[in-house]
């Protein structure tokens, strides 16, 4: 069974950096692609970036609103996916989701809540 | 970039009555080479992540009720809930993931009548 764990979320202040994490079992993590999808409170989904697999370069792809500021990373041997986060801005507060794309299918995590306010 | 549009964004439905969601996409999502529409559809109750409902536009994902059904091909899709249930109550999403970024719907609320 797939699973997905986030955590590192928390309270930051505008302009701080936050790191998340995302633990990944029950699938051949180094074969598929994963991304990050953001909710703020209140609102719709808004995907955030994807980290393809090994067989694609790693190549990683960005929303245009956190390029630049945000670095969605893996580390294959932990079975771990990262989104650094820098230069965080207020409207940067969500729940971040971690996802999975096996074969068109994708599992989500249940995410870890990011609030930037000073 | 692709935009995903949905329609309506609320929408009320007596118990055991048909519910359609439509969205359109402002590119095709089909794959020619392989005649995969990249399209999914979510389902997200309060408080609890978003759940995949339909992917390839059409297939249903495993464990989900046969009253939902996808629909569609290349830019305009759309979701079926056969006999309305009051557990169906919920916030339905498109996602395109045919290329970066994976756009989504605005979401459309769903209510019973």
């Known amino acids: 069974e797939v699973q997905l764990v986030e955590s590192g979320g928390g309270l930051v202040q505008p302009g701080e950096s936050l790191r998340l994490s995302c633990a990944a079992s029950g699938f051949s993590f180094n074969e598929h692609f994963m991304d990050w999808v953001r909710q703020a409170p209140g609102k719709g989904l808004d995907w955030v970036g994807l980290s393809k697999n090994r067989g694609a370069s790693y190549t990683t792809h960005y929303a245009a609103s956190v390029r630049g500021r945000f670095t969605v990373s893996r580390d294959d041997s932990k079975n771990s996916l990262y989104l650094q986060m820098n230069s965080l801005k207020t409207e940067d507060t969500a729940v971040y989701y971690c996802?999975?794309?096996?074969?068109?299918?994708?599992?989500w995590g249940q995410g870890t809540l990011v609030t930037v306010s000073s | 970039d692709i935009v995903m549009t949905q329609s309506p964004d609320s929408l009320a439905v007596s118990l055991g009555e048909r519910a359609t969601i439509n969205c359109k996409s402002s590119?095709?999502?089909?794959?020619?080479?392989?005649?995969?529409?990249?399209l999914a559809w979510y389902q997200q109750k309060a408080g609890q992540p978003p759940k995949l409902l339909i992917y390839w536009a059409s297939t249903r994902e495993s464990g989900v009720p046969d009253r939902f059904s996808g629909s569609g091909s290349g830019t305009d899709f759309a979701l079926t809930i056969s006999s309305l249930q009051a557990e169906d109550v919920a916030v339905y999403y498109c996602q395109q993931y045919f290329t970066t970024p994976y756009s989504f719907g605005q979401g459309t609320q769903l209510e019973i009548k």
């Open positions: 996802r999975v794309w096996i074969l068109g299918r994708v599992s």
């Open positions: 590119q095709s999502v089909l794959d020619s080479s392989n005649i995969n529409n990249h």
